[in-house]
Every structure is written in C-alpha cells, then in structure tokens.
C-alpha cells in the first residue's frame, strides 16, 4: 500500500529579510530614476543656469513650482499602479498616520524631527518603492496637519521620498543573520546621519536663491545667490550659508534625533514590520504562517 508523501511546506523567511510590498518593474524603475534627474536639476538650477548678459534681471524658474508636484504624482501613480494590494495599501496608510502624527508632535523644534526614522525603516523593510510612496505621503499628510502647506512642500515631499528610497536599496546582505543584527543597526545609523544634512542642504538649496543676501562680518560681500557667477563661487557661497543657517544646528539636531531612535527603537520597530511584511507574504499567498 502506497502511502502519497504530503506536499512540502513553503520555506518560511527569514526574520531579518526584507520583503519588498511594491515591487518595481523596469518602466517604473525607469521612471523613478527619470523623476529623480529631474528632481535634481530642480533643485541645483542655481548652480546650472548662464543667464543672458544682457537681461536685467534673472528672473527665476518658478515653472518649477508646477512641474515637481506634477513629477512627483506621475511617480506615485506609475508606482502604484498594480503593484499595491490591500495589505500594502492599508499598511501604507498606517504608517502614514503614524509618520505624520510623529511630525506633529516633534515639530522639528532644534532639529528633533521623528518622522525619518521610521521612514528609514520601513524603506528598509519594504523596499524602496515602498519608501519613496511613504515619503510622499507621510510628508504631504503632515503638512496638512501643521497647516505646513507652501511651495516648499513638494520639496520636502520629494527629499524625503529620496530618503526611503535609498533605505531600500541599503545591501540586503547587512542584517542576514541574528549575528549581524548589530552591524544593520550601525549601517541604518550611519545612513541616517548622512540623510539629516543632505536634506538640510538639498531644503537649503530649494530657498538659497530667493534670499535678498545674507551678510556676514568679516566675510566679503554677501552669501546671496548671485547670477551669472562661475559654478564654484556660487557652490562656495551656498556651503558657507548651509554651515552658518542650518549644518551645526537644525541639521544635527535632526542627525542625532535619527540615530538615538535607530538604536533605542530601530531593533523592535523592525522586528514589527518584517512580521507584517510575513504576515502580508502569507497572506498573499494564501497559507498559514
């Protein structure tokens, strides 16, 4: 008598791999990467402009203002677009409740801002995809709530995506087994740090040019844009502006609020969302976990 072998289960994954609830496909990777070019030129069009001689006055590109939401919701829905079933759309939703609701109670104050890292998890977790869609939105429902809504706005929402994106595409091979939990703590700290003064600068660099000049005793002339000026005069002024405005202060402030959240909740905050990443996986493929 024949005994059938009963089938094999489904490998279950491993705690600390990541799983991606908005997979990307090559259009939509295309597409990311266009909108972040884009983005860019958007942000250093003062470093790249020559304007006319002639001209008496620069005026500035404020088309700019109309085409980054534009680029951004272009993104969202190429994105999102068959890729998101209920779970992700729903586990989407909460953590941009909870991201917006962290904003509004840190406010920012001195640099303690706790929206990034949780935004710096979840794009680990869930990949980058993901993170740049929770970027957005947990920015853009944040401003609501802080009647934070301006033209700086799709900025924010554009650096911040950036943000988890690139926690997303952090090596999958940091954090593979128990043992090296500890160094994809390390890794999440250090991209952190490096997050908290690039978005300073690339926020900086969005209003540097519609300031009327900054003065500086002891420093000829102003920090003010200045059209027309060689590439690295205008980079020279713009770095010494972002250290006196921002880089000691409200940068690192928002650098240390990342890493002493990574450390004291990064361990437990991940565990939770890669047994919701589980759950989702179970889920989707119609089996019990």
Known sequence: MSLSRPAAAAPSPSPLVSRSLLPMGPRSAAVLTLASV??????AWPLLQVPDPAAAEVAPPFVF???????VLVVLAELSEGGMDARSMALLGVLTAVNA?????SAGVAGVELVFFLLVLAGRVF????GFVLGCTSLFTSALLTSGVGPWL????????????GAGLLPKRVGRRPISARAEIAMLVVYGIVCAYL?????????????LGVAVPGHEGSLAYVPGDPVQDNLHRFMIYTLLTSTGGWDTGRAITNSLAIVLLGPSVLATLRRAAR???????????
Request: glycine share 10%; hydrophobic share 55%.
């Open 38 to 43: 884009a983005g860019l030129i958007m942000f």
């Open 65 to 71: 203002l109309v085409l980054l939401p534009v680029v």
């Open 101 to 105: 609701a962290l904003r509004s109670l």
């Open 127 to 130: 990949g980058p995809g993901f």
């Open 154 to 165: 799709p900025y924010q929402m554009l650096c911040a995506a950036w943000v988890g994106l």
């Open 199 to 211: 978005f300073g600068a690339l926020m900086n660099l969005s209003s540097w040019p519609y300031m």
């Open 279 to 289: 759950r989702a996986t179970y889920a989707a493929a119609g089996t019990r976990p």
